[in-house]
């Protein structure tokens, strides 16, 4: 199938953007069935599904403009990196991880403070730099706790440096992916930058042929603070279920429920931008198939520290 698609994706491009299929492309569009046929159930299914919906609209709008021609190059560039891709999930060898969600004995109070009640979360500590599995020498520290109403997080973040800036999602910050349910492929996206008071925050969908569509909106119950600190900064908050995907009739949360997530560090610095995670993670914080799996527990249940 994915072979079908590419092969009459460079057609097409041939025929109006001046893109040839030589042999080099041929072995390149079989390898990367290849890989399609080995994807089963690994991160590498995240990008084998960027090709079925979104490839050949990124080959087309390589230049931008409809009407200028793509370089055969450039289209056999970005499908080798797909390659690419597709071959490190394959080779990742790393499963999501599942947890027990604490019960939080009470609701903590959000001021970006780290008190006590918050010893009682589910707490990784470190990062990760997305696509590697050697852990970073600075240390995050991650929490999270949840109850009959909200889920509630905190973040420790070292940072000797804090920028600012625009997009708020290209600079220090943390931004949180939240999917309860992962039948729907439907999730929401916070991102909350260091030290600042305005969060960024949509709706994402993800659909067979379109990929991924997006859509701003305002959470009622989205509350939140962000303040630094001698070496770093804080971000403390929480969320209504009410405002998550499968929670929006008000259907409350129940013991042996999963949510799927992720918290990804944005560390800005002079000579560019990375991305960390609290635990080893593949390609971005849209790759809703390597998410931490987080399974709601009952009150009174043991906290549990990574």
């Given at each position: 199938m994915i072979c079908r698609i590419l092969i009459l994706g460079v057609i097409f491009l041939g025929s109006?953007?001046?893109?040839?299929?030589?042999?080099?492309?041929?072995?390149?569009?079989?390898?990367?069935?290849?890989?399609?046929?080995?994807?089963?159930d690994t991160p590498a299914e995240w990008k084998i599904k960027q090709i079925r919906r979104a490839g050949y609209q990124k080959l087309i709008g390589l230049v931008g403009q409809r009407e200028q021609p793509v370089s055969r190059k450039d289209a056999e560039k970005l499908l080798k990196e797909l390659r690419e891709d597709i071959r490190r999930g394959l080779a990742w060898g790393q499963k999501?991880?599942?947890?027990?969600?604490?019960?939080?004995?009470?609701?903590?109070?959000?001021?970006?403070?780290?008190d006590q009640l918050w010893e009682h979360a589910l707490i990784f500590r470190g990062e990760y730099r997305i696509d590697e599995k050697k852990p970073c020498s600075s240390s995050g520290t991650w929490r999270f706790l949840y109850d009959s109403q909200k889920l509630y997080?905190?973040?420790?973040?070292?940072?000797?440096?804090?920028?600012?800036?625009?997009?708020?999602?290209?600079?220090d910050g943390v931004e949180l992916f939240i999917m309860p349910d992962s039948r729907l492929y439907t999730y929401v996206e916070l991102v909350f930058p260091a030290g600042e008071e305005n969060s960024y925050t949509r709706w994402c969908r993800i659909s067979e042929r379109?990929?991924?569509?997006?859509?701003?909106?305002?959470?009622?119950?989205l509350n939140w603070k962000s303040r630094t600190t001698d070496n770093g900064y804080i971000v403390e908050g929480s969320i209504g279920f009410k405002?998550?995907?499968?929670?929006?009739?008000?259907?409350?949360?129940?013991?042996?429920?999963?949510?799927?997530?992720?918290?990804?560090?944005?560390?800005?610095?002079?000579?560019?931008m990375e991305k960390r995670t609290p635990v080893p993670f593949l390609y971005d914080g849209h790759n809703v198939y390597g998410y931490l799996i987080l399974t709601l527990t009952s009150a009174g249940t043991n906290p549990s520290r990574i």
């Amino acid at each position: 199938m994915i072979c079908r698609i590419l092969i009459l994706g460079v057609i097409f491009l041939g025929s109006n953007f001046r893109v040839s299929a030589t042999e080099s492309d041929r072995l390149l569009l079989d390898d990367l069935q290849d890989a399609s046929r080995l994807a089963g159930d690994t991160p590498a299914e995240w990008k084998i599904k960027q090709i079925r919906r979104a490839g050949y609209q990124k080959l087309i709008g390589l230049v931008g403009q409809r009407e200028q021609p793509v370089s055969r190059k450039d289209a056999e560039k970005l499908l080798k990196e797909l390659r690419e891709d597709i071959r490190r999930g394959l080779a990742w060898g790393q499963k999501n991880e599942s947890h027990p969600l604490p019960y939080a004995p009470e609701p903590p109070i959000i001021d970006g403070t780290t008190d006590q009640l918050w010893e009682h979360a589910l707490i990784f500590r470190g990062e990760y730099r997305i696509d590697e599995k050697k852990p970073c020498s600075s240390s995050g520290t991650w929490r999270f706790l949840y109850d009959s109403q909200k889920l509630y997080f905190l973040f420790e973040i070292q940072d000797s440096e804090i920028i600012a800036g625009a997009p708020v999602y290209e600079f220090d910050g943390v931004e949180l992916f939240i999917m309860p349910d992962s039948r729907l492929y439907t999730y929401v996206e916070l991102v909350f930058p260091a030290g600042e008071e305005n969060s960024y925050t949509r709706w994402c969908r993800i659909s067979e042929r379109e990929g991924i569509s997006v859509q701003e909106v305002t959470l009622e119950t989205l509350n939140w603070k962000s303040r630094t600190t001698d070496n770093g900064y804080i971000v403390e908050g929480s969320i209504g279920f009410k405002d998550l995907p499968g929670y929006l009739l008000g259907n409350p949360p129940q013991a042996g429920h999963m949510l799927h997530l992720m918290p990804v560090r944005v560390e800005r610095s002079r000579s560019g931008m990375e991305k960390r995670t609290p635990v080893p993670f593949l390609y971005d914080g849209h790759n809703v198939y390597g998410y931490l799996i987080l399974t709601l527990t009952s009150a009174g249940t043991n906290p549990s520290r990574i």
